[in-house]
Structure formats: structure tokens, C-alpha cells
């Protein structure tokens, strides 16, 4: 436990690090070797990698429509109800972010309109790892298929059968995913972003993943004519508020159910009861040994914090500083405490608002801005799929309205061309021989 008010700066600002991800140099040095090979070597390049890093050797890229339809009839219906309720629950949220189109008249016979289109291809990066993540795939899928894109592709390490997860198969069935194919890591970065002979190349990529694809995705962002991506994510964390009300068991169990994502996740608790850390702590030990993910959970919370703060006031600007994807209030009266929260990816508010909640099923996107992207970055969104461009449409009106300005502006900056534009049009509505 440390008191922040005993902390100099510098000793704030190192509490507040997240875990380092290792050498950058190396880290980009390598990817940007996987890249060079899957541009010159395509496909050839991608099932060399796969056996390299996933140990499968892979006949096809591609998995086929039979293997998908069998995987998916052996699913029991339980895990299939409950990966239909978090997709309806998903669309839901996601439909009623539809922006809407908008038409002014900003002068007489000025007419400027904004509109929206959805993105034509756009690839959806799934982890593999040591779980399956369908509530990943629906995250993104059902957000691109509310949008109406057209080509929705999914990327994902295959496990040691050369294939995917029936949950993984089943939920890209509820989207509407019909090209799926077999290859993870930097090399499938690089395929969704450059083509190769058998995935064709999107116009975005989506989806989280390890400290390689969040590197290639960064460096596939920058390729000429390269696709967007929907933002740099490390790993995953939170951070709890509680006062000395707050249930240690839940806090604990919050904390933990961020731990188990991986051995590079960070959880952290700010508390202005010392009491209250204290009996959280003890939690932690306590629920520790009833998880099958123990390990992973363990090494995660040597690098957890926990912040003594003397107000929630405190707790809040420490937690502002921090600026966590998931922020979770466990103190009399939340809502209150919301205007003053500028930094944080997602919050959930309340006692009986658990981060799994918005991780599966509640209907928030768990796609979410970490490592404090979170100050800058939003919460991944229907609008994330879809691309807005504006129009504009002058009447002869319009064009006499606001010519003489354009000419003006066109003027002080020297761009005669510019001036020329509108000077010959406004000659020919004058009746004046243009030649």
C-alpha cells in the first residue's frame, strides 16, 4: 500500500507506470522483419510463420464452410444462448449510435450536407492465446454489421487442430462473418493490410491483441495508402475507486477479474480507507486459489497497486492521472463523482456493475483505449466503422453570395488558380464573353 501524500512527483508518476512491454526496438525491429516478408512472400510467408510461432502446420489459409458448419453443431446450446443475448445486447447499444445526416443552408443558395457510409472492408483481429475470445468477435462484428460494412474479414490463430474455437465460429456466424481464416500475430497484421493471394486487403483494422500486433498495427498505419486502425492498445487494466462502504469481496473480485487476462495486465485500487485496502488485500489471497487461471493472475498482481488517497476527491485526480480503460466506482453516491471524471475508457458504476458485465453482455463495446490512451482516445464505436464526408452544392444565388469573398481569401493567400474559379464563373453569370 502506498500513501500517495507521502509520495514526491516523481515517485507518483512511477506508481502510476503501467508494466513495461519490453524492448520497443527489438519489438519493432521484428515486426517490421514479419511485415517485409509476408509483402514479399504472401501466403507462403503466412503458414511459414504460423508453424514458426503456433506450432501448425496449415494446408489452407482459409477455413472452409464445412468445418465451421460442423464445429458450430457440436456447440451446446447453453454457450450458444448466452453469445445470442450478449449479441442482441451489443446491437442494441450499437444501433442507437446511428449519427445522423446533416443539411444547411449556410448562405442563400449555399447548400453544405454531412454525411455518413459505412467502410467498405474492414478486418477484425482476434487473440488467440490461452482463451478464446468470442466476446471479442462480437464486439466487432455485430458494431460492423449494425454499420453495414460489406466485407467484414476475421484473422485469428489457429489453435493445435487448424482450426478455431466453435464460440469464435458461432459468434462470426450471429455477425454475419463469412471469410475467416487461420493466422494470428504481426504476420496477420500484415496480410489484412498489404494482401496477399488469399485475404485481400481491408480498408481498417480492428481488434485487440499482444505487444506484436499492437506494433504492427501501428506500423501497418503508417504504410502509404495503408489502412486506418482503430487505436494503439496495450495491455489490459483497471483501476477501482471504493471508500471504506465498498464489499472487499467484490472490490477483490474486480481486480482479479482483470488480473487473469494476462500476465501484463494491471489492476489498481485507490481508497481513501486504509481499513478497506487492508481487508481487499486479504481478499485477493483468499480468492486467489480458487481460480484456474492462478498463475497468470498472480504474476499480474506483483505489478498491481494500491493507493492510499486522503479524500475521494484525491481518488478521482489520481485516477484522472491514470486515465484507465475500465474505471470502476464502488463509493457511496457514484453518480455523483461523474462530471469530475475526464479519464477513463469505460466506466462502470455501482456495486452491481462488475467489469464482466460490459466485457460480454451488457452491450458496451469492450474495445477499449489502454496503457492511458484513454486521455485521448475513445471507446471503440459504431462511428469507428463508418466514414463521414461532407458535400456541397452552389445555386447561381449561392455563388454571387459569397464569390466576392472567395476571391478575397484566394487573393491574400496568392492562389490565383483559386481566384480564377470563381472570377470566370461569376463573369459568365454577368453575361461578360470568357475566354
Keep these: ?29 521484428t515486426v517490421a522483419g514479419i511485415i517485409a ?13 504460423t508453424e514458426k510461432y503456433d506450432g501448425v502446420a496449415l494446408s489452407g489459409l482459409r477455413l472452409e464452410k464445412e468445418k465451421i458448419e460442423k464445429a458450430v453443431a457440436a456447440l451446446n446450446p447453453q454457450t450458444k444462448s448466452a453469445l445470442e443475448l450478449a ?33 467498405a472492408s474492414v478486418g477484425l483481429y482476434i487473440p488467440g492465446g490461452t482463451a478464446p475470445l468470442p466476446s471479442t468477435v462480437l464486439m466487432l462484428g455485430a458494431t460492423a454489421q449494425v454499420a453495414g460494412c460489406p466485407r467484414k474479414v476475421l484473422v485469428s490463430p489457429p489453435n ?33 493490410a498489404i494482401g496477399t493471394e488469399s485475404i485481400a486487403r481491408v480498408d481498417k483494422i480492428f481488434g485487440p491483441g499482444n505487444s506484436f500486433v499492437t506494433e504492427a498495427k501501428q506500423q501497418v498505419s503508417r504504410i502509404a495508402g ?19 462502504e465498498a464489499n472487499p469481496v467484490f472490490v477483490a473480485s474486480d481486480l482479479l477479474s482483470q488480473a487473469e487476462h494476462g500476465a501484463d495486465s494491471q489492476a489498481v485500487l485507490v481508497s481513501d480507507s486504509e481499513a478497506l485496502i487492508k481487508a481487499v488485500k486479504q481478499q485477493v489471497e483468499e ?45 457511496d453516491s457514484p453518480r455523483q463523482w461523474m462530471e469530475q471524471i475526464s479519464n477513463a475508457g469505460s466506466i462502470f458504476v455501482g456495486p452491481w456493475s462488475p467489469e464482466s458485465a460490459g466485457d460480454y453482455a451488457s452491450g458496451t463495446n469492450h474495445v477499449l483505449p489502454t496503457y ?13 466503422f463508418l466514414r463521414r464526408y461532407t458535400v456541397q452544392e452552389l445555386t447561381t444565388e449561392g455563388l454571387q453570395q459569397i464569390g466576392p469573398a472567395i476571391m478575397q481569401l484566394a487573393d491574400a493567400e496568392g492562389l490565383d488558380a483559386h481566384r480564377q474559379a470563381v472570377a470566370l464563373r461569376l463573369q459568365a453569370l454577368d453575361g461578360e464573353n470568357v475566354k
Design 160 to 192: 493445435k487442430d487448424g482450426s478455431l474455437a466453435a464460440e469464435i465460429l458461432y459468434a462470426a456466424r450471429l455477425c454475419g462473418i463469412d471469410e475467416v481464416y487461420l493466422c494470428g500475430g504481426a504476420q496477420a497484421i500484415a496480410a489484412l
Design 1 to 29: 500500500m502506498q500513501n500517495w501524500n507521502q509520495l514526491e512527483n516523481n515517485d507518483r508518476q512511477a506508481l502510476l507506470q503501467r508494466p513495461a512491454m519490453g524492448d520497443s526496438q527489438n519489438l519493432s525491429d
Design 287 to 331: 480468492q486467489l486459489d480458487t481460480l484456474s487461471r492462478k498463475d497468470i493472475a498472480i504474476r499480474s498482481i506483483a505489478h498491481s497497486r494500491y493507493i492510499l488517497a486522503d479524500s475521494m476527491t484525491q481518488a478521482v485526480e489520481i485516477s484522472n492521472a491514470y486515465g484507465p480503460e475500465h474505471l470502476i466506482l464502488q463509493m
Design 37 to 49: 516478408a509476408v509483402r514479399r512472400d504472401g501466403d507462403r510467408a503466412l503458414v511459414q510463420l
Design 372 to 384: 492511458g490512451y484513454a486521455r485521448n482516445t475513445s471507446s471503440l464505436g459504431l462511428m469507428d
Design 87 to 119: 449479441y442482441a445486447n451489443i446491437r442494441s447499444f450499437h444501433q442507437a449510435q446511428w449519427p445522423q445526416d446533416i443539411r444547411v443552408q449556410t448562405s442563400p443558395g449555399v447548400i453544405c450536407e454531412l454525411k455518413h457510409q459505412p467502410i
Design 226 to 244: 495503408g489502412p486506418a486502425i482503430d487505436m494503439p492498445a496495450g495491455p489490459s487494466e483497471v483501476l477501482v475507486i471504493a471508500d471504506k
